[in-house]
């Protein structure tokens, strides 16, 4: 047996234990990766308690480190959320059987170069999985092998950790009665278990990592989605001034939850909970069988307790006006149109993708005129002069250095309840939220919205409307709010070095979109088949070759994905009578695009939508309100998805791919990996084709365009780095936010808003309507 091939073991001498564990499946003979899998960071004393950290003595004296270990209970089906939001054929994932304890959840994985020493102190990349309630770090997408190979081939060498933490109800459900019965264990606080429990793995990391060869001093934290989130929390956490565990982040395409509720309204919800479920109090609560408890925390996140969040942290989401940032939005949407996957005027331009994976809370007994948002406690009333984030605590130094950045079409991870909107339903929906004519007249103008938007444009609106409401603007606000702070406290230059912006185009290799989440399949690597790279987790670079275009269905699919899957696959109706009006939606636009690229034989929208329909495939009501909808909806489909969906050939992925990986790694250790942003900034505005070009203008015939039609010249240009599309990389200047994002509009109509008002009503559009406002 070749050396490379021998189980690794190490020695731990701070734990006093030997971790036997394993050899990851990229390991090559010249850049080996070893693994220790499911190692034990903390302990779980009760439900709704905080952790423990692992100390020496807590280890046996050999500990089997060869498989994962459990992960925190949720519903799972045959596929996760992810991987149906990726769009990999069900063919080529993997197996993978993962144990669910609910005291036994919090554990890492750690994948290393070989051959490291306690004298090596490389960088440490710690990974925190999004998913919402869902999900872990140790689905085998987030497997650390192909960066590490990447790290050991360049020669910057980094060690990753994925780790697993309480989610949903059992991370972050909080009242008085459960902050009453923490502090009588002399625990502060109430909820936030799962932000604890990734602070427990941080802490752990602090103390153990070195023996595994890696830098305690030096860790940075990425993560995606309600993960990036997470990562930004830690950023404004109390814990972050008096004790930083990590030295800088990467957030991805964050999904920020700004408007969150104190221990009394938080406490309001889990009391129905406690009700339905007959549990009088905490005792009997704890006592309640965990799997009774699974989908019932979708919406429970972070929850301000007083005790994790620095003073005035909801001023780090406070936009700052500009006198320069103020023009005419309809005139700029005009001159700025959305990138080609969401432009208006395409029925179902997302018709590929009009089926969401992530089920809407519809609470069918509340009036219909009010909000839906669920957030009580939370005012939607902002200070027309925004707070500075320094204002409240001056002293504190300025936040770790931080990358930032999203992809152009996040918003897809809520496309199945956002397609069942209607344009009246959205009016109707909006002025219940914002309560005030002027301030809803002013949202739908920008973003074209009316009650006669014809069925076919609606939808794509709502998209970019949510798309951003719940991502591109806060994260914008935030990025400037971290360079407001760091000038506040120490000047101009204080702002250089602080903050790297990129935003992601590139369409994902799997569906053709640049979807939320697409931007991982670069960075871990995935490897489609249809690349011709070889299957997912090889090691080799290249194989036989595969078709220069592909695209694979279904996806965004739930109970129905196996029904669906068949049908698609074999090209042939599922049988209707099982499938439910979402999927039945799904297996109608995966039909009509896949046609539409000759992937399957031709069939007529139309006709499937009335076999649906007659079948009995959907229930009276939805037959008698969905028929219209699904015949309307889907008739541009099949004239318009071959122009929705793009190739990617095996030199656009190597490139974004390898690219993204040097990036990643050169921040991980404490480089630049391209000119750091200092914050945007405008001169008056000038006529689009008198501007000049020079030597830092785009240089790819689709930059030009977003370059020549900015409305604003720039001084100063600021630098942001472009993944995408079509394997376009480099840097380019801050006008992209004008061409391929939405800023003024941002800024003329979202900032006036208040980021309250606007998270409120992106959360309750990116739900779905209830009653009336669904598509009939």
């Known amino acids: 047996m070749a050396c490379e091939d021998l189980a690794p073991v190490l020695i731990h001498r701070g734990l006093n234990t030997t971790f036997n564990g394993s050899v990851n499946r990229r390991s090559t003979t010249d850049a080996q990766i070893h693994q220790y899998l499911g190692i034990k960071y903390a302990s779980i004393p009760a439900r709704f308690r905080q952790s423990h950290l692992c ?29 149906l939001l990726f769009g990999i054929p069900l063919d080529e994932i993997p197996t993978q059987s993962l144990k669910q304890d609910e005291f036994e959840c919090l554990n890492l994985n750690i994948t290393r170069p070989a051959g490291l020493t306690q004298d090596s102190h490389v960088p440490v990349m710690l990974w925190i999985h999004g998913g919402g309630d869902a999900g872990s770090g140790s689905e085998w997408y987030y497997d650390g092998g192909a960066i590490v190979r990447k790290s050991i081939l360049d020669n910057k060498p980094i060690i990753f950790v994925s780790i697993n933490f309480r989610l949903g109800l059992l991370g972050f459900a909080a009242s008085n009665i459960i902050r009453d019965d923490n502090k009588s264990v002399g625990d502060e606080g109430a909820g936030n278990y799962g932000l604890r429990d990734q602070r427990r793995a941080m802490e752990w990391l602090h103390h153990h990592i070195g023996d595994f060869g890696g830098d305690a001093s030096n ?124 432009r208006p005027g395409r029925a179902g331009g997302m018709g590929v993708c009009s089926s969401g994976i992530l089920s809407p809370i519809f609470a069918a007994s509340r009036d219909k005129s009010r909000s839906r948002s669920g957030v009580r406690g939370a005012s939607s009333h902002t200070p027309s002069t925004p707070l500075s984030p320094t204002s409240a605590a001056s002293t504190t130094p300025p936040l770790q250095p931080i ?257 993204m990986q040097e990036k990643w790694l050169s921040f991980a250790h404490g480089e630049s990996p391209w000119t750091s942003w200092t914050g945007h900034k405008h001169d008056e505005p000038q006529t689009p084709h008198h501007q000049p070009h020079s030597m830092d203008s785009p240089t790819t015939p689709s930059a030009l365009h977003t370059h020549f039609n900015t409305s604003l010249s720039i001084r100063n240009p600021e630098k942001v780095f472009v993944f995408g599309p079509e394997g376009e990389t480099g840097e380019r200047t801050g006008a992209i936010f004008e061409g391929r994002r939405r800023r003024t509009v941002w800024a003329e109509v979202l900032a006036p808003l208040g980021w309250n008002l606007v998270q409120k009503f992106g959360v309750e559009l990116s739900r779905g309507p209830a009653g009336a406002d669904r598509a009939r």
Not at 248 to 266: C, G, H, K, M, Y
């Open 55 to 83: 100390a020496a003595g807590s280890y046996p004296s050999e500990t089997d480190a060869s498989k994962y270990g459990p992960i925190c209970p949720q519903l799972r089906k045959s596929r996760t959320p992810d991987e």
């Open 219 to 342: 860790i940075t934290v990425i993560g995606s989605g309600s993960g990036a989130a997470d990562i930004v929390c830690h950023l404004l956490s109390k814990s972050n001034i008096s004790k930083p565990l990590f030295a800088r982040t990467i957030i991805q395409s964050p999904i920020f939850e700004p408007i969150l509720q104190d221990v009394s309204s938080a406490g309001w919800h889990l009391s129905r909970v406690m009700s339905a479920l007959q549990a009088s109090n905490i005792d009997k609560f704890r006592k309640i069988e965990v799997e009774k408890l699974l989908g019932l925390g979708q919406s429970l996140r972070a929850v301000d307790d007083g005790v994790w969040f620095r003073e005035g942290w909801q001023s780090w989401f406070s936009p700052k006006e500009s006198a320069h940032e103020h023009h005419h939005t309809r005139e700029s949407r005009m001159q700025h149109p959305s990138p080609t996957w969401q």
């Open 403 to 659: 990358m930032i950045g999203d992809c152009a079409a996040d918003s897809l991870l809520w496309s199945l309840p956002i397609s069942l909107w209607t344009a009246s339903g959205v009016v109707r929906r909006l002025k219940a939220v914002c309560q005030s004519l002027s301030k809803t007249s002013g949202i739908l103008r920008a973003y074209d919205i009316g009650s006669g938007t014809s069925d076919e444009e609606i939808f794509d609106r709502v998209l970019e409307l949510v798309d951003d409401a719940r991502i591109k603007w806060p994260t914008d606000m935030f990025a400037e709010a971290i360079l407001r702070d760091a000038e506040e406290k120490g000047g101009e230059n204080a702002k250089k070095g602080r903050i790297w912006r990129y935003v992601f185009d590139q369409e994902g290799p799997a569906r053709g979109l640049p979807h939320h989440g697409s931007d991982l399949m670069y960075l871990f690597d995935w490897r489609p088949a249809s690349l011709g790279l070889g299957a997912l987790g090889s090691t080799e670079s290249q194989s036989t070759p595969g078709p220069d275009m592909f695209w694979d269905g279904p996806f965004d699919v739930d109970e129905d994905d196996e029904e669906v899957e068949k049908a698609v696959v074999s090209h042939q109706p599922p049988s209707l009578s099982s499938l439910s009006l979402e999927a039945a939606l799904a297996v109608a636009a995966e039909a009509a695009a896949a046609a539409a690229i000759g992937t399957a034989p031709k069939i007529d929208p139309h006709t499937l939508a009335s076999s649906i329909v007659s079948s009995g495939g959907l229930s009276a009501a939805s037959r008698n309100s969905s028929g219209s909808t699904l015949a309307s909806n889907l008739a541009p489909i099949s004239e318009d998805s071959e122009w929705l969906i793009t190739a990617v050939d095996r030199y656009s992925y190597a490139r974004v791919r390898d690219t």
